[in-house]
């Protein structure tokens, strides 16, 4: 019998292991969102990203993982349709993140999720944000505050961009997000009689108004704000006042700050959590 | 006399407009901290940022920018040290931004601002944050809510990283930005006893603390939060809570948001702007 050293071995096993030319090439595309239409696909990098889709509704088309993460994480195997052993530096070759981790999945688009039905609590129209970190950052922010939906324009960077799974950190796998024209949502809301906010320089102070349970708070694009011919729908304008003394100052805050400082105030007084000395 | 056309007297004022190639090769080192050091540089960009540059006391080597940008700022210009006129097109060969503006600035590194000699107010001590959208961004923060000092330990980005100063949208002019271990700093305001509080996942909730009008509050590296001998040093644990009622849950929130969702609680307990409904 012949025998194989362990350099002959790796030899032979390696063809197995890498992912092919053709797959890099399908990987690569996913960062724009023509190719992830035409292919029905999205991508999902990060241990922790990859094991959320894992255990949500998403499917999981071709998971390909290094042996130490198919090890550890055996019981959400079964969620993938496909799963390919493979190493840290073929997944590195694939991956679009600055620093790649132990998988990388490619998952089925899913469809638009449908209008809440009975809509109640906060919600958040953005109105044409285009960074997807600040998306992400949005959709982290929403499911740390509990609310189900996210409004946006069909202006918006798209959920699916791998930037903006990568910021949301797995959170987009639980908010509802919406891509819809802010007058049918608006039409559809104003069944609920739900009031419509949204931030202005000129709005009035976010911390001495009397915010309502129920609201769609709408925020504008990062340069331009919010569309006049959305602004013309909003009944009640807000600002968040800056606290600088100083004559020059900040013009504005980030806008996924800025939403995190909406979804603090709107629910904190929801929620009566009020400091009482 | 000869007469000159369009096209050959295009060619001829070029090589002017030009950005040559050493300059152009430096603007691209001063992405790495190791050249900044080495030139005493560091890059700012985007109309805006610029001009918050060249009103702030930040001495400006030398700025390239379009003949539009020149002609509708020249009050400012005599604050840089050297003006070269260019085109969108240079700039743009220039730029480490995927959309460049009209003007680039190569500015001379500040030295390090000084401590406080009489530190009041809310201070952030960031222990190792590495993302430079996050630390921009909390800069930027820092300012809208009038903090006019942000302590970083040695671990966190720089602050003269070009997407630093991007995110940062010109608040770095303004904030004064000291990088210190967390022990110089600690030992320096023992003599002023200001509390120390960090944000833990089993802290004190945040909402219903009795907040304190000075204090300094330290958040940790996105991945592996506060260092122990920090944190060790924390009397004051905080926690901001979350609302979501899901059994899946985010498990913890943004840096920047939670940066900007702390000074917000501490900042409008102190100026004691409240909800009366």
Not at 30 to 50: H, M, N, P, T, W
Not at 138 to 155: A, E, K, Q, V
């Amino acid at each position: 019998m012949e025998t194989v050293n362990l350099e002959q071995l790796l030899y032979i096993i390696q063809p197995f292991l890498m992912i092919g030319k053709n797959k890099l090439k399908l990987i690569n595309s996913l960062a724009q969102k023509k190719y992830r239409l035409k292919e029905q696909s999205f991508l999902a990098e990060g241990d922790k990203i990859v094991l959320e889709v894992l255990e949500s509704e998403i499917k999981v088309k071709e998971l390909f993982a290094t042996p130490d993460f198919i090890s550890a994480n055996k019981k959400y195997l079964h969620n993938a349709a496909l799963v390919f052993e493979t190493t840290a530096a073929e997944i590195k070759k694939a991956s679009l993140l600055k620093q790649p981790q132990n998988c990388l999945a490619i998952c089925q688009l899913p469809s638009q999720p449908k209008l809440p039905s009975n809509p109640e609590g906060i919600f958040l129209f953005l109105d044409g944000i285009q960074d997807p970190g600040n998306l992400g950052t949005i959709i982290r922010t929403c499911d740390w505050f509990g609310m189900d939906y996210l409004f946006c324009s069909p202006g918006t960077a798209d959920v699916f961009n791998p930037k903006v799974i990568q910021a949301s950190m797995g959170s987009f796998t639980r908010v509802k997000i919406i891509y819809t024209p802010f007058d049918a949502l608006s039409a559809y809301l104003q069944k609920t009689e739900i009031p419509v906010y949204g931030t202005f320089l000129e709005g009035k102070n976010i911390y001495t108004e009397n915010l309502p349970d129920y609201a769609l708070i709408v925020l504008g694009n990062e340069g331009r704000g919010i569309r006049k011919e959305v602004s013309d729908q909003i009944s009640f304008p807000l600002n968040i006042p800056s606290f600088s003394q100083a004559e020059k100052k900040a013009e504005s805050l980030n806008v996924a700050v800025s939403a995190a400082i909406i979804c603090n105030e709107f629910t904190r007084k929801k929620f009566a959590i009020r400091n009482e000395n």
